[in-house]
Protein backbone atom coordinates (compact mmCIF):
# COMPACT_ATOMS: atom_id res chain seq x y z
CA UNK A 1 0.00 0.00 0.00
CA UNK A 2 1.02 3.33 -0.66
CA UNK A 3 -0.07 7.23 0.01
CA UNK A 4 -2.28 7.48 -2.77
CA UNK A 5 -5.68 9.83 -3.01
CA UNK A 6 -4.63 11.66 0.48
CA UNK A 7 -7.13 14.29 1.64
CA UNK A 8 -6.01 16.03 4.58
CA UNK A 9 -8.98 16.67 7.02
CA UNK A 10 -8.79 18.59 10.16
CA UNK A 11 -11.15 17.35 12.49
CA UNK A 12 -13.11 18.73 15.31
CA UNK A 13 -12.50 17.35 19.11
CA UNK A 14 -15.00 14.80 20.23
CA UNK A 15 -16.58 14.60 16.44
CA UNK A 16 -17.29 10.72 15.43
CA UNK A 17 -14.09 8.98 12.91
CA UNK A 18 -15.82 8.16 9.50
CA UNK A 19 -15.75 4.95 7.76
CA UNK A 20 -14.10 5.39 4.26
CA UNK A 21 -14.00 3.47 0.36
CA UNK A 22 -11.91 0.93 -0.23
CA UNK A 23 -9.30 2.58 -1.99
CA UNK A 24 -9.25 5.93 0.39
CA UNK A 25 -6.92 7.35 2.58
CA UNK A 26 -8.17 9.94 4.56
CA UNK A 27 -4.92 12.08 6.94
CA UNK A 28 -6.79 13.67 10.17
CA UNK A 29 -4.49 15.83 13.00
CA UNK A 30 -6.53 16.06 16.08
CA UNK A 31 -6.16 19.74 18.29
CA UNK A 32 -6.50 18.15 21.13
CA UNK A 33 -2.89 18.59 24.13
CA UNK A 34 -3.01 14.19 23.86
CA UNK A 35 -2.78 14.01 20.31
CA UNK A 36 -1.09 17.11 19.65
CA UNK A 37 1.93 16.56 17.00
CA UNK A 38 0.31 13.28 15.91
CA UNK A 39 -1.61 12.64 12.78
CA UNK A 40 -4.22 9.70 11.93
CA UNK A 41 -4.19 8.23 8.29
CA UNK A 42 -7.28 6.10 8.38
CA UNK A 43 -8.31 3.10 5.68
CA UNK A 44 -10.50 0.73 5.25
CA UNK A 45 -8.23 -2.31 5.35
CA UNK A 46 -8.91 -5.44 2.82
CA UNK A 47 -7.93 -8.07 5.48
CA UNK A 48 -7.03 -8.07 8.83
CA UNK A 49 -5.89 -11.25 10.30
CA UNK A 50 -2.64 -11.59 8.93
CA UNK A 51 -0.16 -15.17 8.85
CA UNK A 52 3.24 -15.00 10.58
CA UNK A 53 5.70 -15.96 8.07
CA UNK A 54 6.98 -19.59 8.55
CA UNK A 55 10.77 -18.35 9.51
CA UNK A 56 9.34 -16.18 12.39
CA UNK A 57 10.59 -16.82 15.64
CA UNK A 58 7.51 -15.56 17.19
CA UNK A 59 5.50 -18.33 18.82
CA UNK A 60 2.21 -17.85 17.05
CA UNK A 61 0.53 -18.11 13.31
CA UNK A 62 -1.73 -15.39 13.25
CA UNK A 63 -2.10 -11.63 14.18
CA UNK A 64 -4.35 -8.47 13.65
CA UNK A 65 -2.88 -5.20 13.81
CA UNK A 66 -5.49 -2.20 14.08
CA UNK A 67 -3.17 0.44 14.09
CA UNK A 68 0.37 0.97 12.62
CA UNK A 69 2.61 3.36 13.58
CA UNK A 70 2.70 3.89 17.77
CA UNK A 71 2.79 7.22 19.73
CA UNK A 72 4.41 5.03 22.26
CA UNK A 73 7.75 6.46 20.61
CA UNK A 74 9.63 3.44 22.49
CA UNK A 75 13.28 3.91 20.79
CA UNK A 76 13.71 -0.01 20.30
CA UNK A 77 10.87 -1.01 18.75
CA UNK A 78 11.52 -3.35 15.94
CA UNK A 79 8.29 -2.39 13.99
CA UNK A 80 9.80 0.73 12.88
CA UNK A 81 11.07 -0.46 9.47
CA UNK A 82 7.24 -1.63 8.53
CA UNK A 83 6.38 1.95 8.13
CA UNK A 84 8.96 2.10 4.87
CA UNK A 85 7.05 -0.15 3.49
CA UNK A 86 4.09 2.82 3.24
CA UNK A 87 7.15 5.38 2.25
CA UNK A 88 7.37 6.95 5.64
CA UNK A 89 9.59 8.12 8.25
CA UNK A 90 11.11 4.95 10.56
CA UNK A 91 12.22 7.55 13.19
CA UNK A 92 9.65 10.18 14.01
CA UNK A 93 7.27 9.29 11.36
CA UNK A 94 6.95 5.99 12.98
CA UNK A 95 5.72 7.92 16.41
CA UNK A 96 3.60 10.19 14.50
CA UNK A 97 2.14 8.98 12.13
CA UNK A 98 -0.45 6.39 12.42
CA UNK A 99 -2.51 4.33 10.44
CA UNK A 100 -6.03 3.22 11.52
CA UNK A 101 -7.75 0.32 10.28
CA UNK A 102 -10.58 1.70 10.73
CA UNK A 103 -12.90 -1.02 10.05
CA UNK A 104 -10.98 -3.62 11.79
CA UNK A 105 -13.90 -4.92 14.04
CA UNK A 106 -16.18 -5.48 11.26
CA UNK A 107 -13.60 -6.81 9.01
CA UNK A 108 -12.77 -9.61 11.60
CA UNK A 109 -16.14 -10.63 12.25
CA UNK A 110 -16.12 -11.39 8.57
CA UNK A 111 -13.47 -13.26 8.05
CA UNK A 112 -14.24 -15.39 11.57
CA UNK A 113 -17.39 -16.30 9.98
CA UNK A 114 -15.47 -17.66 7.16
CA UNK A 115 -15.47 -20.60 5.94
CA UNK A 116 -12.06 -21.14 5.62
CA UNK A 117 -11.04 -20.00 8.92
CA UNK A 118 -10.54 -22.90 10.95
CA UNK A 119 -10.29 -20.98 14.70
CA UNK A 120 -6.59 -20.80 15.10
CA UNK A 121 -5.40 -18.26 17.99
CA UNK A 122 -4.71 -14.60 17.12
CA UNK A 123 -2.42 -12.67 18.54
CA UNK A 124 -2.69 -9.04 19.32
CA UNK A 125 -0.05 -6.10 20.17
CA UNK A 126 3.10 -7.83 18.90
CA UNK A 127 3.57 -5.25 16.32
CA UNK A 128 2.54 -2.12 17.66
CA UNK A 129 0.28 -1.66 20.77
CA UNK A 130 -3.37 -2.47 20.60
CA UNK A 131 -3.85 -0.21 23.25
CA UNK A 132 -1.38 3.02 22.18
CA UNK A 133 -3.23 6.57 22.74
CA UNK A 134 -5.22 6.18 19.44
CA UNK A 135 -7.07 3.67 20.81
CA UNK A 136 -8.70 5.68 23.24
CA UNK A 137 -10.47 7.64 20.17
CA UNK A 138 -10.84 5.31 17.88
CA UNK A 139 -11.95 2.33 20.02
CA UNK A 140 -11.49 -0.72 17.69
CA UNK A 141 -10.92 -3.07 20.46
CA UNK A 142 -14.11 -3.36 21.89
CA UNK A 143 -15.60 -4.87 18.50
CA UNK A 144 -12.80 -7.16 18.05
CA UNK A 145 -12.67 -8.51 21.65
CA UNK A 146 -16.38 -8.41 20.69
CA UNK A 147 -15.99 -10.47 17.33
CA UNK A 148 -13.57 -12.71 18.95
CA UNK A 149 -16.02 -13.99 21.84
CA UNK A 150 -19.08 -14.61 19.67
CA UNK A 151 -16.78 -16.84 17.87
CA UNK A 152 -15.06 -18.17 20.70
CA UNK A 153 -11.96 -17.95 19.19
CA UNK A 154 -8.84 -18.16 21.44
CA UNK A 155 -6.37 -14.84 21.96
CA UNK A 156 -3.73 -12.96 23.02
CA UNK A 157 -2.77 -9.32 23.76
CA UNK A 158 0.37 -8.05 24.65
CA UNK A 159 0.22 -4.20 25.58
CA UNK A 160 2.45 -1.51 27.73
CA UNK A 161 -1.34 0.27 27.99
CA UNK A 162 -3.83 0.92 30.48
CA UNK A 163 -6.56 1.36 28.74
CA UNK A 164 -6.61 -2.25 28.41
CA UNK A 165 -8.87 -1.76 31.65
CA UNK A 166 -11.80 0.24 30.24
CA UNK A 167 -12.59 -3.51 28.47
CA UNK A 168 -12.25 -5.67 31.76
CA UNK A 169 -15.82 -6.29 30.95
CA UNK A 170 -15.55 -7.59 27.48
CA UNK A 171 -12.22 -9.56 28.14
CA UNK A 172 -14.09 -11.76 31.26
CA UNK A 173 -16.94 -12.51 29.15
CA UNK A 174 -14.64 -13.82 26.55
CA UNK A 175 -12.51 -15.69 28.97
CA UNK A 176 -15.72 -17.34 30.16
CA UNK A 177 -15.87 -18.77 26.28
CA UNK A 178 -12.18 -19.52 25.24
CA UNK A 179 -8.57 -19.21 26.25
CA UNK A 180 -7.73 -15.55 26.63
CA UNK A 181 -4.26 -14.74 27.19
CA UNK A 182 -3.11 -11.40 28.73
CA UNK A 183 0.70 -10.10 28.86
CA UNK A 184 1.38 -6.32 29.96
CA UNK A 185 5.50 -5.48 28.75
CA UNK A 186 7.30 -4.40 32.00
CA UNK A 187 10.91 -4.45 30.77
CA UNK A 188 12.31 -2.69 33.95
CA UNK A 189 11.55 -0.14 36.58
CA UNK A 190 13.55 2.38 36.27
CA UNK A 191 11.95 5.52 35.98
CA UNK A 192 14.87 7.83 34.45
CA UNK A 193 15.57 4.69 31.97
CA UNK A 194 11.56 4.66 31.17
CA UNK A 195 11.32 8.37 30.60
CA UNK A 196 14.09 8.55 27.88
CA UNK A 197 13.32 5.12 25.82
CA UNK A 198 9.66 4.41 26.55
CA UNK A 199 8.31 8.22 26.32
CA UNK A 200 4.92 8.26 25.22
CA UNK A 201 3.88 5.21 27.57
CA UNK A 202 2.54 4.90 30.80
CA UNK A 203 4.82 4.40 33.81
CA UNK A 204 5.95 1.07 34.77
CA UNK A 205 4.00 1.37 37.63
CA UNK A 206 0.72 2.21 36.00
CA UNK A 207 1.79 -1.42 33.83
CA UNK A 208 1.98 -2.79 37.36
CA UNK A 209 -1.72 -1.45 38.43
CA UNK A 210 -2.92 -3.49 35.37
CA UNK A 211 -1.73 -6.39 36.19
CA UNK A 212 -3.30 -6.11 39.55
CA UNK A 213 -6.93 -4.93 38.41
CA UNK A 214 -6.70 -8.13 36.06
CA UNK A 215 -5.89 -10.56 38.92
CA UNK A 216 -8.42 -9.21 40.83
CA UNK A 217 -11.13 -10.10 38.27
CA UNK A 218 -9.55 -13.53 37.89
CA UNK A 219 -7.95 -13.02 35.22
CA UNK A 220 -4.59 -14.12 34.37
CA UNK A 221 -1.95 -11.81 33.18
CA UNK A 222 1.79 -12.69 32.59
CA UNK A 223 4.84 -10.17 32.35
CA UNK A 224 7.04 -10.04 29.49
CA UNK A 225 9.89 -8.77 30.67
CA UNK A 226 11.27 -6.70 27.19
CA UNK A 227 13.34 -4.77 26.66
CA UNK A 228 16.17 -5.87 29.46
CA UNK A 229 18.43 -3.03 27.92
CA UNK A 230 22.02 -4.23 27.70
CA UNK A 231 24.18 -1.97 30.39
CA UNK A 232 21.06 0.27 31.10
CA UNK A 233 18.97 -2.15 32.03
CA UNK A 234 20.67 -5.38 33.16
CA UNK A 235 22.55 -5.00 36.43
CA UNK A 236 21.34 -7.89 38.74
CA UNK A 237 19.80 -4.98 41.31
CA UNK A 238 17.62 -3.62 38.22
CA UNK A 239 17.02 -7.33 37.19
CA UNK A 240 15.36 -8.21 41.19
CA UNK A 241 13.91 -4.67 41.33
CA UNK A 242 12.07 -5.73 38.29
CA UNK A 243 11.16 -9.26 39.29
CA UNK A 244 10.31 -8.28 42.86
CA UNK A 245 7.60 -5.68 41.71
CA UNK A 246 6.47 -7.96 39.10
CA UNK A 247 5.85 -10.52 41.57
CA UNK A 248 4.36 -8.42 43.73
CA UNK A 249 1.55 -7.12 41.17
CA UNK A 250 0.19 -10.65 40.92
CA UNK A 251 1.88 -11.77 37.90
CA UNK A 252 1.82 -15.10 36.81
CA UNK A 253 4.98 -15.97 34.86
CA UNK A 254 7.55 -13.79 33.86
CA UNK A 255 9.38 -14.33 30.51
CA UNK A 256 12.67 -11.87 29.61
CA UNK A 257 13.27 -10.76 26.32
CA UNK A 258 17.04 -9.18 25.64
CA UNK A 259 16.79 -5.73 23.19
CA UNK A 260 17.20 -6.88 19.37
CA UNK A 261 18.13 -4.37 17.13
CA UNK A 262 16.64 -5.14 13.21
CA UNK A 263 17.01 -2.70 10.73
CA UNK A 264 15.08 0.22 10.92
CA UNK A 265 14.95 0.08 14.69
CA UNK A 266 18.85 0.22 14.86
CA UNK A 267 19.83 3.08 13.30
CA UNK A 268 16.97 4.84 16.00
CA UNK A 269 18.18 3.24 18.57
CA UNK A 270 21.84 4.54 17.72
CA UNK A 271 21.03 7.85 17.51
CA UNK A 272 19.55 7.75 20.72
CA UNK A 273 22.27 6.09 22.17
CA UNK A 274 24.78 8.90 20.86
CA UNK A 275 22.66 11.39 22.37
CA UNK A 276 22.19 10.08 25.69
CA UNK A 277 25.13 7.82 26.60
CA UNK A 278 27.93 8.36 23.85
CA UNK A 279 30.63 6.02 25.54
CA UNK A 280 28.61 3.00 25.13
CA UNK A 281 28.54 3.04 21.66
CA UNK A 282 31.51 0.79 21.16
CA UNK A 283 30.32 -1.49 23.56
CA UNK A 284 27.08 -1.87 21.30
CA UNK A 285 28.56 -1.87 18.50
CA UNK A 286 30.87 -5.11 19.66
CA UNK A 287 27.44 -6.67 21.63
CA UNK A 288 25.46 -6.41 18.08
CA UNK A 289 28.22 -6.89 15.97
CA UNK A 290 27.03 -10.40 14.35
CA UNK A 291 23.00 -9.04 13.86
CA UNK A 292 20.17 -7.49 15.32
CA UNK A 293 20.47 -10.26 18.58
CA UNK A 294 23.15 -10.10 21.42
CA UNK A 295 25.18 -13.22 21.35
CA UNK A 296 23.43 -16.57 22.69
CA UNK A 297 25.78 -16.62 25.94
CA UNK A 298 24.89 -12.94 26.48
CA UNK A 299 20.91 -13.72 26.65
CA UNK A 300 21.09 -17.66 28.36
CA UNK A 301 22.99 -15.39 31.22
CA UNK A 302 20.14 -13.02 31.36
CA UNK A 303 17.26 -15.35 30.80
CA UNK A 304 19.15 -17.85 33.73
CA UNK A 305 19.08 -14.68 36.02
CA UNK A 306 15.51 -13.51 35.64
CA UNK A 307 14.26 -16.95 36.06
CA UNK A 308 16.17 -17.89 39.25
CA UNK A 309 14.97 -14.47 40.68
CA UNK A 310 11.27 -15.57 39.48
CA UNK A 311 11.49 -18.91 41.02
CA UNK A 312 12.70 -16.87 44.24
CA UNK A 313 9.45 -14.70 44.01
CA UNK A 314 7.04 -17.58 43.68
CA UNK A 315 6.29 -16.52 39.55
CA UNK A 316 7.78 -18.70 36.98
CA UNK A 317 8.33 -18.67 32.86
CA UNK A 318 5.24 -18.07 30.54
CA UNK A 319 3.83 -21.43 29.62
CA UNK A 320 2.24 -23.59 27.02
CA UNK A 321 -1.78 -24.00 27.04
CA UNK A 322 -4.34 -26.01 25.15
CA UNK A 323 -6.73 -23.56 23.72
CA UNK A 324 -10.41 -24.02 23.22
CA UNK A 325 -11.54 -24.22 19.06
CA UNK A 326 -14.95 -24.00 18.63
CA UNK A 327 -16.70 -25.20 15.67
CA UNK A 328 -19.79 -23.81 14.38
CA UNK A 329 -22.92 -25.52 14.91
CA UNK A 330 -23.73 -24.89 11.53
CA UNK A 331 -20.75 -27.47 10.30
CA UNK A 332 -21.22 -29.72 13.17
CA UNK A 333 -24.37 -29.66 15.01
CA UNK A 334 -23.78 -28.96 18.80
CA UNK A 335 -20.65 -26.71 19.33
CA UNK A 336 -17.53 -28.78 20.63
CA UNK A 337 -14.28 -28.25 21.84
CA UNK A 338 -10.99 -29.60 20.26
CA UNK A 339 -7.69 -28.72 21.76
CA UNK A 340 -5.09 -27.17 19.94
CA UNK A 341 -1.38 -26.26 21.24
CA UNK A 342 -0.33 -22.39 21.20
CA UNK A 343 2.29 -20.69 23.83
CA UNK A 344 0.93 -17.95 25.13
CA UNK A 345 2.71 -14.27 25.05
Not at 130 to 146: D, K, N, T, V
Not at 175 to 180: E, K, S, Y
Request: with cysteine; charged share 25%.
Amino acid sequence: MRWENLAEQPVRPGSDAALFGADAVVTRTVDTPEFRGITFHEIRARSIVNRVPGASRMPFTWTVNPYRGCSHACVYCFARKTHSYLDLDTGLGFDSQIVVKTNAPELLRRELGGPRWRGGHIAMGTNVDCYQRAEGRYRLMPGIIEALRDHANPFSILTKGTLILRDLDLLTEAAAVTDVGISVSVGFTDRELWRTVEPGTPAPERRLDVIRALAERGIDCGVLMAPVIPYLGDHPDQLRATVRAIAEAGATSVTPLVLHLRPGAREWYFRWLTEHHPHLVPHYERLYASGAYAPKSYQRRITGQVHELAREYGIGPARSEAARRIRPERETGPATAEPEQLTLL
